[in-house]
């Protein structure tokens, strides 16, 4: 009879068998290590959060987008402020010529800036439930003060936004009486 076959693992591994279940059956071949028994993934922990915490910085992102103003916004008042030319070249009262070419620029900063807001808040609170039940470790520190920053930073865009399109802060200029008249 012949013995078993066993590699050691200490040579050459390009002379290493393709099937290691050669082992004897019975006890030797049951080391007695159920899955829970092994060393967890290192891995698992770092990617613990790692989906909230890019929704917090994205949302913290934003909500500072929405307070300094976006560049996308600024084209929109340009476009405004160009179509409110267009409107009242051909003449138009003072007070007309105010609304078309600064007032509706202005309003449309506030509204571009708006959305930033909202948006600043929905990605916390849209994106965090897509990634599954809370888990039974809270999130890191680091995650939850930017979530918090993010919606911090939302909030007040949201305010300043509409304080900015209803006028809030700043009535737009009016037109004085003309001058002789």
């Known amino acids: 009879m012949a013995a078993p076959v066993t590699w050691s693992g200490a040579g050459d ?6 099937d290691l279940s050669t082992q004897p059956e019975g006890d030797a071949a049951d080391d007695g290590i159920a899955d829970e028994d092994l060393e967890p993934d290192p891995f ?39 179509i409110g030319q267009i409107k009242t070249s051909g003449g138009g009262s003072a007070a007309q010529q105010i609304s078309e070419i600064y007032g509706d620029a202005w309003h449309t900063t506030a509204l571009v800036n708006g959305v930033f807001a909202v948006l600043a808040l929905l990605v916390v609170v849209l994106v965090r439930p897509a990634f599954g039940a809370p888990a039974d470790r809270p999130q890191p520190a680091w995650v939850r003060a930017v979530a918090l920053a993010g919606v911090a930073l939302g909030v007040l865009g949201v305010l300043i936004s509409a304080g900015m399109y209803f006028d809030l802060f700043a009535s737009l200029p009016s037109a004085g009486t003309p001058a002789g008249g």
């Open 44 to 82: 698992e922990k770092a990617r613990h959060g790692v989906g909230a915490g890019a929704a917090a910085v994205v949302s913290a992102a934003l909500g500072v987008v929405a307070l300094t103003g976006a560049w996308s916004g600024r084209v929109a008042a340009e476009r405004e402020t160009l």
């Open 13 to 18: 591994t390009a002379t290493a068998p393709d």
